[in-house]
């Protein structure tokens, strides 16, 4: 018999990684920025986190290492494209490669060994499960009821304007996306300490196009994240559930299901957009253009 919230736990625990990638990408997309490196920067925070972890023997000290890994892979990122005003989509994918490449030398004495435990909280579930579901109101507060998240909006709305109001373009973008990066680091994190346990090459496996994908499905909204997170999360429960119940599927096809899941979600959400039942919330207005200071 399957017992409902054993299986709610392993959905939680599958959605989290992505939950704290995808709530960093809304916050620097929601600032006019779109950092297609989100997979470079989760496979950084991934290495890092385990081997910090691994070093201390506190999954702790592992994602405090995680989450200043990836903001400091986001800022090779910001430097590129907010300074040196690089295309956005070719330095995020950039990004991308670069982080698969560089976790792919420096982690093969990492191989083989087991990642420290984690302390479990309230009801059973360690203390990241729990961060992350405290991060959906934290982020939707900020964003829409502080001024920080005001200027953050205005900036991403339309740049020009939040600049001649006297606001700092380039700063507030910076920002946001360190945060972007430091919350991609933390779910690579998870993934390498939380649930695999140990160090693989490549292991985010595509998480980071996902938490892309799953802001989009958000319409640029904390709580809609937290829904494709969990969309995301219930379908890849399933997968592991049929794969142990010997059900007669190829394994092929229940490995892709999340990601088959993900990209019919997007093609409803393009398609009802293109004509014009959705209702969705408007693409941030500067979202993937360059800032010129206006001289």
Do not use: C
């Amino acid at each position: 018999m399957i017992d409902p919230i054993a299986v709610f736990v392993l959905l939680l625990g599958a959605a989290t990684p992505i939950l704290f990638a995808a709530l960093g990408e809304l916050v620097v997309e929601r600032a006019g920025v779109l950092n297609l490196g989100v997979e470079g920067m989760m496979i950084g925070g991934a290495l890092a986190g385990f081997a910090a972890a691994h070093a201390t023997g506190s999954p702790a000290m592992g994602f405090v290492a995680a989450a200043i890994a990836g903001a400091a892979l986001s800022t090779i990122f910001a430097v590129l494209t907010q300074y040196l005003l690089s295309n956005q989509v070719a330095t995020g994918l950039a990004l991308t490669l670069f982080g698969l490449g560089l976790t792919a030398m420096f982690g093969k004495p990492y191989e083989g060994i087991k990642a420290p435990s984690m302390m479990v909280g309230p009801l059973g579930l360690n203390l990241m499960i729990w961060l992350g579901l405290i991060m959906v109101p934290v982020v939707w507060w900020v964003l829409m009821r502080t001024r920080t998240g005001l200027i953050l909006r205005a900036v991403g709305e339309n740049h020009d304007a939040a600049h001649g109001l006297g606001y700092p373009v380039r700063t507030v973008r910076i920002g946001a996306i360190a945060f972007g990066g430091a919350m991609a680091g933390l779910g690579g994190a998870y993934i390498s300490i939380a649930t695999v346990l140990q160090w693989t090459e490549g292991m985010t496996a595509g998480a980071g196009w996902i938490a892309l994908a799953i802001v989009v499905f958000a319409q640029w909204n904390p709580w809609g994240v937290l829904a494709g997170a969990w969309l995301f999360g219930g379908v890849t429960v399933l997968q592991l559930r049929l794969q142990a119940a010997g059900v007669a599927v190829p394994v092929q096809l229940l490995s892709m299901a999340p990601y088959l899941a993900t990209i019919i979600v997007l093609v409803l959400i393009s398609a009802r957009q293109k004509f014009g039942r959705s209702g969705l919330t408007a693409t941030p207005g500067s979202l993937g253009q360059p800032f010129h200071a206006l001289r």
